[in-house]
């Protein structure tokens, strides 16, 4: 065999072990890649539920605030309408009402900034937050108009309407809180297994029920601040 074919087969033989050894070398650098990737995906994961854990445990705290508000903000429109009970009570349950509703405010707008500004969540939420301070503004409009008749020694009374935007405040709050408590799965353990609240409500009820102590509530206050 001629010198330049027993080298340049030399020469072959070596390039094929060269590229042996480079494939054994990229598929292990491949598996070392894929093990780095398949870490690094369930570390992410376990961040990501740690997250949403963390997001549902204080939800869960904030909507039993909120309901909680509501429950007992629904006081302040039944004490004043109930004819048995003396002015001084009513206005104490009427001024009370403005610190229940920045506690509910406050909650409401909590959850509110969970979710994206455009979402359905968080547009309801902050129409819960805002028809809680004009249930606030109604009831302190109340007050105002209950102690100006005490200082003339004359009674407040309170027209027809006026008792109707209190039933339809009442009613609704109640109805409210019964719509916020649905979130809550009473079936499981919440703390083993935590899980969104809010997925759990129906929204549309939540906004229409709004709507109607909303208007009450704006329509109260207006009637009021004219004398």
């Not at 070596?14 to 870490?39: P, Q, T, W």
């Not at 009402?97 to 900034?113: C, D, K, R």
């Not at 997925?199 to 939540?206: C, E, S, T």
Request: contains cysteine; neutral net charge.
């Amino acid at each position: 065999m001629p010198y330049s074919s027993r080298v340049g087969g030399r020469i072959g033989e070596a390039k094929s072990g060269m590229d042996r050894r480079r494939l054994k070398v990229l598929s292990v650098v491949l598996v070392i890649a894929v093990v780095i990737l398949a870490g690094l995906s369930v570390s992410l994961w376990r961040l990501e539920r740690h997250y949403y854990d963390a997001k549902y445990r204080a939800q869960y705290v904030l909507v039993a605030t909120l309901q909680n508000s509501t429950f007992v903000l629904h006081f302040a429109p039944e004490d004043v309408l109930n004819s048995t009970l003396p002015d001084a009570h009513k206005m104490a349950s009427a001024d009370r009402a403005g610190y229940i509703v920045a506690q509910g405010f406050g909650a409401a707008h909590a959850v509110e900034v969970m979710y994206p500004n455009n979402s359905h969540e968080a547009g309801t939420l902050g129409f819960v937050g805002y028809v809680l301070q004009l249930v606030g503004q109604a009831m302190a409009q109340y007050s105002f108009n209950l102690s100006q008749a005490i200082q003339l020694n004359s009674t407040l009374i309170l027209d027809p309407w006026v008792r109707w935007d209190l039933s339809q405040m009442d009613q609704g709050l109640l109805n409210l809180t019964v719509l916020l408590r649905a979130g809550f799965d009473e079936s499981r353990s919440f703390y083993d297994h935590p899980y969104s609240l809010v997925k759990r409500m129906d929204l549309d009820a939540i906004g229409e029920v709004c709507t109607q102590i909303g208007t009450a509530a704006s329509h109260m206050q207006a009637q009021l601040s004219m004398g």
